[in-house]
């Protein structure tokens, strides 16, 4: 008798599945839109930086795990953070930091070669980063924002694992409302201004570091 139950359940348990997904749409919350934006950012080279005759490779910032994400972070009121609704960067905020540096040490004409860190290239130089801050911060209700960026870079020799020099940088623009676009706007320009010191900066302690290397005595 046992065998002729099992072959009902295995027909009835299709059925009441069938059911229960069929009212998945009332019982479980609606996904909300999500708007994809593209962070926009473009260094203008500057023509007093250094002509680098070594190769760089530019690290993945580190970063918590609010900042570890595409989401756009803000701070409402004084120790609270969260993420704008509805919207989202087209990569993770790391991976936005490393693309403007990359490209823009390409775009300045100004170096040798760079690269991500994990592509492989062979280089002198690497150029590791933390990414301490990259929020939105509304200092009044009503208000628009204050963007807030805040990087920490070390120049390392890649060979020797030295430590060459080490900065941080701090940019903040306010948006010009609060608008979410208006304060993605606010982003690239903070990031943008960052990065163009970052550039700069890495480009001469970079030579100069390279230009006082202890050479190796020649052969006889």
Not at 26 to 52: F, G, Y
Request: aromatic share 4%.
């Amino acid at each position: 008798m046992s065998a002729p139950r099992l072959r009902v359940i295995r027909h009835v348990l299709p059925i009441v599945c069938a059911l229960a997904l069929s009212g998945c749409g009332d019982i479980l919350p609606k996904q909300e839109p999500m708007e994809i934006l593209t962070s926009q950012v473009h260094v203008v080279p500057d023509p007093s930086w250094p002509q680098a005759t070594w190769q760089l490779a530019v690290s993945r910032p580190v970063a918590n795990d609010m900042l570890d994400s595409s989401r756009m972070a803000v701070v409402p009121t004084p120790g609270r953070i969260e993420v704008y609704k509805g919207v989202s960067w087209d990569d993770t905020v790391p991976e936005i930091v490393q693309t403007a540096a990359v490209q823009a040490f390409e775009d300045s004409g100004k170096i040798v070669a760079v690269g991500r860190q994990s592509n492989g290239l062979r280089t002198d130089l690497a150029l590791h980063l933390d990414l301490r801050d990259y929020e939105a911060v509304y200092h009044e209700a009503g208000k628009p924002p204050e963007v807030a960026i805040v990087l920490n870079a070390k120049l390392v020799d890649f060979a020797g694992s030295r430590a060459i020099a080490s900065k941080t940088f701090r940019q903040s623009v306010t948006a010009s409302s609060t608008d979410v676009h208006a304060v993605a706007q606010a982003f690239d320009e903070a990031l943008t201004a960052v990065t163009h010191d970052l550039v700069g900066w890495t480009l001469v302690a970079g030579e100069q570091a390279h230009i006082n290397e202890p050479k190796a005595p020649e052969k006889p």
